[in-house]
């Protein structure tokens, strides 16, 4: 029997394989701890803006709000447009009101209601004074005169 050849083991330290396997993990480790550190960041960034939005938007609710007359019981506007009318014309009389439950305006035979702008057309035959009387849920009440002059 011919000798069989004896292959001597390789050393691993000599195998290419082992050294560009090292080389394609380390770059790939590189590679998704960039990916996660963007990732990361603009997550950060995208939560910061939403919370900066949230803290506007509270505020200009809050505004809102309080140029509705906040939370008290308010007669925001009640005017006449015109104040003088001739016989036989129209005017509009116009309010807003803050946290009404009811709203009455005397003496006028078209229904109201609660509104921040609202308006109702009138004809008055003579020089007439019109109330408005708003109440709460409590049962506060508010009223306020406009006059509307018929020459």
Same mark, same amino acid.
């Given at each position: 029997?011919?000798?069989?050849?004896?292959?001597?083991?390789?050393?691993?330290?000599?195998?290419?394989?082992?050294?560009?396997?090292?080389?394609?993990?380390?770059?790939?480790?590189?590679?998704?701890?960039?990916?996660?550190?963007?990732? !990361? @960041? +603009?997550?950060?960034? *995208?939560?910061?803006?939403?919370? %900066?939005? $949230?803290?506007?938007?509270?505020? !200009? @609710? +809050?505004?809102?709000? *309080?140029?509705?007359?906040?939370? %008290?019981? $308010?007669?925001?506007?009640?005017?006449?447009?015109?104040?003088?009318?001739?016989?036989?014309?129209?005017?509009?009389?116009?309010?807003?009101?803050?946290?009404?439950?009811?709203?009455?305006?005397?003496?006028?035979?078209?229904?109201?209601?609660?509104?921040?702008?609202?308006?109702?057309?009138?004809?008055?035959?003579?020089?007439?004074?019109?109330?408005?009387?708003?109440?709460?849920?409590?049962?506060?009440?508010?009223?306020?005169?406009?006059?509307?002059?018929?020459?």
């Amino acid at each position: 029997m011919a000798s069989d050849p004896v292959s001597e083991p390789k050393s691993l330290l000599k195998n290419p394989l082992l050294y560009s396997s090292a080389i394609l993990v380390v770059a790939l480790l590189g590679v998704v701890f960039v990916m996660f550190s963007r990732w !990361q @960041d +603009r997550r950060n960034i *995208e939560h910061q803006a939403a919370q %900066e939005h $949230a803290e506007k938007q509270h505020e !200009q @609710d +809050r505004l809102a709000v *309080e140029q509705l007359g906040g939370k %008290e019981l $308010a007669i925001l506007s009640f005017y006449a447009s015109p104040t003088t009318i001739r016989r036989g014309e129209s005017a509009q009389l116009c309010y807003g009101v803050a946290n009404a439950k009811t709203v009455k305006l005397e003496p006028q035979p078209q229904p109201v209601w609660p509104s921040t702008a609202r308006c109702v057309d009138v004809s008055p035959v003579k020089s007439m004074t019109y109330t408005l009387t708003i109440e709460d849920a409590a049962g506060k009440t508010q009223s306020q005169d406009v006059e509307v002059k018929v020459r």
